[in-house]
C-alpha cells in the first residue's frame, strides 16, 4: 500500500518535504502545493525545481480552463515532470467562488467538458484529487460517471464535500461507491490519524492503490515512517528535524521575522504531538525574537511529552 504526503499550502515546500525524508523517510511520494497556470513566480520555481526536489514529487494544478491548464503542464514538463494532478479538492472560498478547486465540482456538465479539454490535449498522465462535491454529494455519482469517461492515471477522494471542508463528517459509502464503480486506482485521503485508522482502511478497502496523509503528517511528523516501518517517534530525532528546518530557513527567509512567522506557522501543527507545554507553547507564539523563540522550543521538548492524537476517524464517519 503506498502512502503518499498531500499538498500543504504555506508549509510543505521543497525544504519541509526535503527535511521530512530525510529524518523520517518511507514516503512514497510528496505532493506540491498547487499552481495555476505557467506564470510561476520565483518562490513557485524554487519549490518544484528538480534540484530541490530528490524525492517522488507530482506537482499540483489548479484551474478551471484547460488551456491554462496546458501552460501550466508545458512549464511542468520544462523541469522534467512526467505526471501532473488536478485539483478538485480544495474548499477555499476564494478558490470555489471561481469554479476552481472543489468549486469544479458544483457543475457536473462543466467538469466533463474541463476534463475533455484537458484530457484530450495533455500529453502526460493526469491524477486527480477531488472531494465528492459541494454542498452535498447528490451528483457524486454522476462525478463518478465523468471521472470514468477519462484515462485518469489515479484518483485522489477525500469523502468531504466542500460545506464539510476539514471538520465535517468522513461521507465513507461515498467512498465505497467509488471502489465499486471503477477500474481507476484509488486512493483514500481523510483523518488517517493512527495505526488502527490506517488498518481500517486497509483493511476495508484492500484493493486501493494507497493512501495520503496530511495534516496528521504535520503534528506528527514520524507518522508516515511509523506506519512503513514500526519507528516509534523519537524526540531526539524530532529535535533535530526541527533544528535541521529552522537552519534552512534561516538560510532562504531574510530576518528574524519572516523566520519566526515561518516556524510558528509549523508549530501550529506540531505542538499537538506534545501533552503538557501550554505555558512553553505559549511563549512560543508570542516571540518576537530568536533567543525568546528557542528558549521556548528547548522547554517544550524538554518539558513536553509526546503523545498520540485522541481522535479517530471513525469518530469523523457519518452513520458508521
Given at each position: 500500500?503506498?502512502?503518499?504526503?498531500?499538498?500543504?499550502?504555506?508549509?510543505?515546500?521543497?525544504?519541509?518535504?526535503?527535511?521530512?525524508?530525510?529524518?523520517?523517510?518511507?514516503?512514497?511520494?510528496?505532493?506540491?502545493?498547487?499552481?495555476?497556470?505557467?506564470?510561476?513566480?520565483?518562490?513557485?520555481?524554487?519549490?518544484?525545481?528538480?534540484?530541490?526536489?530528490?524525492?517522488?514529487?507530482?506537482?499540483?494544478?489548479?484551474?478551471?480552463?484547460?488551456?491554462?491548464?496546458?501552460?501550466?503542464?508545458?512549464?511542468?514538463?520544462?523541469?522534467g515532470y512526467d505526471h501532473v494532478n488536478l485539483n478538485l479538492g480544495c474548499p477555499s472560498g476564494t478558490v470555489t467562488s471561481k469554479k476552481r478547486g472543489a468549486g469544479a465540482l458544483e457543475n457536473p456538465d462543466e467538469l466533463d467538458r474541463l476534463l475533455c479539454g484537458i484530457y484530450g490535449k495533455c500529453p502526460i498522465p493526469v491524477s486527480i484529487k477531488t472531494r465528492i462535491g459541494m454542498d452535498t454529494y447528490e451528483n457524486w455519482e454522476w462525478i463518478m460517471q465523468i471521472f470514468n469517461s477519462y484515462p485518469v492515471s489515479e484518483l485522489t477522494v477525500h469523502p468531504r464535500t466542500r460545506k464539510d471542508f476539514y471538520k465535517g463528517p468522513i461521507h465513507m459509502e461515498a467512498f465505497k461507491y467509488a471502489?465499486?464503480?471503477?477500474?481507476?486506482?484509488?486512493?483514500?485521503?481523510?483523518?488517517?490519524?493512527?495505526?488502527?485508522?490506517?488498518?481500517?482502511?486497509?483493511?476495508?478497502?484492500?484493493?486501493?492503490?494507497?493512501?495520503?496523509?496530511?495534516?496528521?503528517?504535520?503534528?506528527?511528523?514520524?507518522?508516515?515512517?511509523?506506519l512503513k516501518t514500526g519507528q516509534e517517534p523519537d524526540r531526539v530525532r524530532l529535535r533535530a528535524f526541527h533544528d535541521a528546518l529552522l537552519d534552512r530557513y534561516a538560510s532562504e527567509l531574510s530576518g528574524e521575522s519572516h523566520l519566526?512567522?515561518?516556524?510558528k506557522d509549523l508549530w501550529a501543527h506540531l505542538g499537538e504531538a506534545f501533552a503538557g507545554v501550554d505555558k512553553p507553547l505559549k511563549k512560543l507564539k508570542k516571540s518576537t525574537r530568536l533567543c525568546d523563540y528557542s528558549a521556548a522550543v528547548l522547554e517544550i521538548f524538554e518539558n513536553g511529552e509526546l503523545t498520540n492524537d485522541n481522535l479517530s476517524l471513525r469518530d469523523y464517519i457519518a452513520n458508521p
Open positions: 500500500m503506498k502512502i503518499y504526503m498531500a499538498p500543504i499550502e504555506g508549509i510543505g515546500g521543497h525544504i519541509y518535504r526535503s527535511t521530512l525524508e530525510e529524518f523520517f523517510p518511507g514516503t512514497d511520494g510528496y505532493f506540491a502545493p498547487f499552481i495555476g497556470s505557467g506564470n510561476l513566480n520565483n518562490k513557485e520555481i524554487e519549490d518544484l525545481k528538480p534540484e530541490n526536489n530528490r524525492l517522488s514529487l507530482t506537482p499540483q494544478v489548479m484551474s478551471n480552463n484547460a488551456d491554462q491548464f496546458m501552460e501550466a503542464v508545458s512549464r511542468l514538463m520544462e523541469f471502489c465499486e464503480h471503477t477500474d481507476i486506482p484509488l486512493v483514500y485521503n481523510g483523518e488517517i490519524r493512527s495505526r488502527a485508522d490506517y488498518d481500517y482502511v486497509c483493511d476495508m478497502f484492500p484493493d486501493i492503490s494507497g493512501v495520503m496523509i496530511g495534516r496528521e503528517e504535520l503534528r506528527r511528523p514520524w507518522f508516515i515512517a511509523s519566526l512567522f515561518k516556524m
